[in-house]
T-cell receptor, first 114, second 112 residues
Framework: QKEVEQDPGPLSVPEGAIVSLNCTYS??????FMWYRQYSRKGPELLMY????GNKEDGRFTAQVDKSSKYISLFIRDSQPSDSATYLC??????????????FGKGTLLTVNP | SQTIHQWPATLVQPVGSPLSLECTVE??????LYWYRQAAGRGLQLLFY??????ISSEVPQNLSASRPQDRQFILSSKKLLLSDSGFYLC???????????FGPGTRLTVL
């Protein structure tokens, strides 16, 4: 079983739709969870960072963590064509450690159609 | 503010040729530095990371090597490129107190 599973998509939605992107993980030591957005031929950019279970909202984006189910989600409200990108989840179990390695999902390709 | 640079942006090299990719970070000191390769359908593969000058950890045995000659400079090298070395190479950094990684713009390498 892979440490992090993420549906690669592709996911295609109409403009204005609510988008739900998800990752599951197997390592119960993971405590820190991130979502990155990667536009085509660009480096990933940090979108959301959350610690432990719960929700975090930033504008149209909400990150949700359910540690009991080992499941994280990213919701995008009122999706826009500019949201079209690959979304990568990432997680780690150590903060304050010496190397800060992240475990990434493979990414979900999202297209928002005008 | 902190900025990360990578060059070149794109590179086309013949099989068997050497490689040198450079990454530099501005606006911070003593960052942790990382090299990743991203191939289609395979996600991000961590190649090397460094917690300080001259300190390199290799994640995957392969045809590549890394060096950190200065605090904010990270170099990815190869003596002889293989076709399988083609991909999108990303450099990333973290401050010393957090695990959030910040990525550079990447180098797209094509080996022919």
């Amino acid at each position: 079983q892979k440490e992090v599973e993420q549906d690669p998509g592709p996911l295609s939605v109409p403009e204005g739709a609510i988008v739900s992107l998800n990752c599951t993980y197997s390592n119960s030591a993971f405590q820190y969870f991130m979502w990155y957005r990667q536009y085509s031929r660009k480096g990933p950019e940090l979108l959301m960072y959350t610690y432990s279970s719960g929700n975090k909202e930033d504008g149209r984006f909400t990150a949700q963590v359910d540690k009991s189910s080992k499941y994280i989600s990213l919701f995008i409200r009122d999706s826009q064509p500019s949201d079209s990108a690959t979304y990568l989840c990432a997680m780690s179990g150590v903060s304050g450690g010496s190397n800060y390695k992240l475990t990434f999902g493979k990414g979900t390709l999202l297209t928002v159609n005008p | 503010s902190q900025t990360i640079h990578q060059w070149p942006a794109t590179l086309v090299q013949p099989v068997g040729s050497p490689l040198s990719l450079e990454c530099t970070v501005e606006g911070t000191s003593n960052p942790n530095l990382y090299w990743y390769r991203q191939a289609a359908g395979r996600g991000l593969q961590l190649l090397f990371y460094s917690v300080g000058i001259g300190q390199i950890s290799s994640e995957v045995p392969q045809n590549l090597s890394a060096s950190r000659p200065q605090d904010r400079q990270f170099i990815l090298s190869s003596k002889k490129l293989l076709l399988s070395d083609s991909g999108f190479y990303l450099c990333a950094w973290t401050p010393g107190s957090t695990d959030t990684q910040y990525f550079g713009p990447g180098t797209r390498l094509t080996v022919l």
